[in-house]
């Protein structure tokens, strides 16, 4: 299989964390894939429609894309370790789609910094992106810490790669200051090997 690939990129990091933990890792060839939606550079077009990584090639058939897809492509090609049955499944999938949500936001502040030139910047849309990230926090802080304490599954894997994905491009936001309980729960679960092998290269 073909993994196209960016060490920074959050939605590959699930990727390749689930493929550590599962033992898949020497099964995946990575290839180096950048771009943005104004310019798509070397991301896998004929793959991915949208334009964006990660995007998986796979023998069996066409092209997979959206992480979620291929996180659960994979855990069931491992015979599934960080998706439960349902009805447990429900929560771990709603987990992963508010990390997901939060790399979301977190992007397209990126991209309106970075691309967008300046005189057309709306600060009322940057604080709009972070205010989803803000309450997606709160929810985490107030409604999920036991489920993230529990057993590891993928959705306390895309959780640490958002969190991860605010320190590199938004530190400045100090999400840790109103979140003492997500920060700790943060500092433990970044000790796994598999984090700990995947961390982003610093900005
Ligand atoms: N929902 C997608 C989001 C993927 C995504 O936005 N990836 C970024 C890289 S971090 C990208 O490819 N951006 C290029 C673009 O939006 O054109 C997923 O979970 O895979």
Not at 166 to 179: G, I, P, S, T
Request: with cysteine.
């Amino acid at each position: 299989m073909k993994l196209f690939h960016s060490p920074t990129s959050p939605y590959v990091r699930k990727v390749m964390i689930l493929l550590q933990e599962t033992g898949l890792l020497s099964r995946v060839a990575l290839v180096p894939a950048t771009g943005t939606p104004v310019d798509p550079g070397s991301m896998p077009l004929a793959q991915n429609p949208l334009g964006k990584i990660p995007a998986l090639e796979r023998p069996e058939g066409p092209a997979l894309y959206d992480s979620r897809v291929i996180c659960r492509y994979l855990d069931d090609l491992a015979g599934g370790k960080l998706y439960p049955p349902a009805p447990a499944l429900w929560d771990v999938l709603v987990l992963e789609a508010t990390a997901d949500g939060i790399m979301d936001a977190a992007i397209l502040m990126v991209y309106e910094g970075k691309i967008r030139p300046e005189d057309k910047r709306s600060p009322e849309w940057l604080e709009g992106q972070w205010a989803k990230i803000a309450r997606a926090l709160d929810a985490l802080e107030s409604r999920w810490i036991a489920h993230l304490s529990g057993h590891f599954d993928m959705g306390q894997v895309a959780v640490a790669c958002a969190l991860d994905y605010l320190d590199l491009r938004h530190a400045d936001r100090d999400w840790r200051a109103d979140h003492p309980r997500l920060a700790a729960w943060h500092a433990k679960v970044s000790e796994r090997p598999s984090l700990r092998a995947t961390v982003p290269p610093a900005a």
